[in-house]
Nanobody
Framework: QVQLVESGGGLVQPGGSLGLSCAAS????????MGWYRQVPGNQRELVAVIASRGATTYADSVKGRFTISRDNVKNTVSLQMNDLKPEDTALYYC?????????WGKGTLVTVSS
């Protein structure tokens, strides 16, 4: 079993920056993919960014050039640095981990971009 605990999030003005972090614990294997998804009520959950254990990354087109994902394989954490935030980035952000055929989710942290 794996547990994911997110931190960060909050209220930020348009154009501002915010950082999210997620700590994984439990039975972790060396090769996995960690990342962030987001969801607005009434919409499907969508990928924001993911990073593999060896560092390969994938970003949603909407966040490319603004968001940066990173991970620490020793501490089992994944972080998301969000710059130049826009109102449309407002959502509940979920941490995600996939290893082998198992997928795990955090409880989510709210990011609100508003003036």
């Amino acid at each position: 079993q794996v547990q994911l605990v997110e931190s960060g999030g909050g209220l930020v003005q348009p154009g501002g920056s915010l950082g999210l972090s997620c700590a994984a614990s439990g039975t972790l294997y060396g090769r996995n993919v960690m990342g962030w998804y987001r969801q607005v009520p009434g919409n499907q959950r969508e990928l924001v960014a993911v990073i593999a254990s060896r560092g390969a990354t994938t970003y949603a087109d909407s966040v490319k050039g603004r968001f940066t994902i990173s991970r620490d394989n020793v501490k089992n954490t994944v972080s998301l640095q969000m710059n130049d935030l826009k109102p449309e980035d407002t959502a509940l952000y979920y941490c995600n981990l996939v290893q082998y055929v198992m997928e795990y989710w955090g409880k989510g942290t709210l990011v609100t971009v508003s003036s």
